[in-house]
């Protein structure tokens, strides 16, 4: 059977830089606090810019990279808790301004693992035999649903986006995943809420429109399950943890990730971190770090990796992927 190989990965960020000093200008907090608490020095955030103009220098870049045309691209899907609008989808959005008249396309919401969600899904589509190219993107401009007056979430979030093209391969690729959900805990972390109120009904409180969370509950939830869902893609995959290269996880915290990695018993190195510069980029975390290291040279033909995504939803999932 054939795999789904990634062909190109590229990543875009807004350009205007807010340290964690401009935020002590508007929110009671420090950059000691802040990066101490959490790894983050810096995010990037928007001007103006909206989710899908993200994706579509995402898109573009990745169609250049590998000199792929819009029409060959038969499926493009976005991970975004915060697209510009709910209908038309931020993928739908990108299809129009790239050109790319023969794909089909839809996003998907599973917060910080939805760019994992939407790559599992295309795999499926390009191992049905029936599509041969897909984009799959995970983008925010999370400072859109970001209670500016909240230290406690404030200081978090940043925006930007990544991507890969997929095609069929004979060797390699996507090996194996696990991937999960947990709706019962999904309270503990919400967003952008919306209650029925029409001419029958007036809701008896009013809509939260920003990320919500008990911070400590998502980290409780996170250092227990990533360890669990890396050991279960090793154990699957039959590799052991010395065939790993890195490991890129979901960039929410630095402290997260050196539990992470002590539970694993696996050194610090393996991981993949940007979160100082990036902040907590929600579904864009994973491919913006995939795109970084790519440039940086870091990933070779041959060295597997294994992608952990974990989140609101609660959402979780992993994957190990040959280059
Ligand atoms: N600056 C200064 N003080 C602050 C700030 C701030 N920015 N924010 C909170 N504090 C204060 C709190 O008010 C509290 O003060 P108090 O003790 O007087 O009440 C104190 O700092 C400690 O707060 P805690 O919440 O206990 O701090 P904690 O060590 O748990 O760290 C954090 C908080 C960073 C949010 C951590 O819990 C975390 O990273 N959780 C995981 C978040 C996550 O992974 N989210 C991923 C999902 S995102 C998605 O799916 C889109």
Wanted: charged content about 25%.
């Amino acid at each position: 059977m054939l795999n789904t190989g990634i062909r190109a990965v590229d990543h875009y960020a807004p350009e205007k830089i807010v340290t964690n000093d401009d935020l002590s200008q508007i929110v009671d907090t420090s950059d000691e606090w802040i990066y101490t608490r959490t790894g983050i020095k810096q995010r990037h955030l928007s001007t103006g810019e909206d989710t899908s103009q993200l994706c579509i220098e995402v898109a573009k870049r990745l169609l250049e990279k590998s000199g792929t045309s819009p029409e060959e691209i038969d499926l493009i899907i976005v991970g975004t808790i915060s697209p510009d609008y709910a209908t038309p989808s931020t993928a739908c959005l990108v299809q129009g301004a790239i050109g790319a008249v023969n794909a089909f396309a839809f996003d998907i919401s599973a917060a910080c693992s939805g760019f994992v969600y939407a790559l599992s899904i295309a795999d499926k589509f390009i191992k049905s035999g029936g599509y041969k190219k897909a984009i799959v993107i995970g983008a925010e401009t999370l400072s859109k649903i970001v209670d500016w007056k909240d230290r406690s979430t404030c200081v978090l979030f940043g925006d930007g986006a990544g991507g890969v093209i997929v095609e069929p391969v004979d060797k390699g690729g996507i090996l194996a995943e696990d991937m999960h959900s947990k709706g019962e805990d999904g309270l503990k972390m919400t967003g952008n809420e919306r209650k029925p109120e029409n001419m029958l009904c007036t809701p008896e409180s009013e809509n939260n429109p920003y990320l919500v969370m008990d911070g400590r509950a998502i980290f409780n939830f996170a250092t227990k399950v990533v360890p669990h869902s890396v050991n279960e893609i090793i154990e699957k995959s039959g590799i052991s943890m010395d065939d790993v290269k890195y490991i890129v996880p979901h960039q929410a915290n630095s402290r997260i990730i050196d539990i992470v990695a002590r539970k694993l018993n696996v050194p610090i190195e393996k991981f993949y971190l940007n979160i100082n510069e990036y902040a907590n980029t929600s579904a864009a975390s994973i491919p913006i770090a995939l795109g970084e290291m790519s440039e940086k040279g870091l990933l070779k033909k041959g060295d597997k990796i294994i992608v952990t995504g974990f989140g609101a939803g609660l959402t979780w999932g992993s994957m190990l992927i040959e280059w």
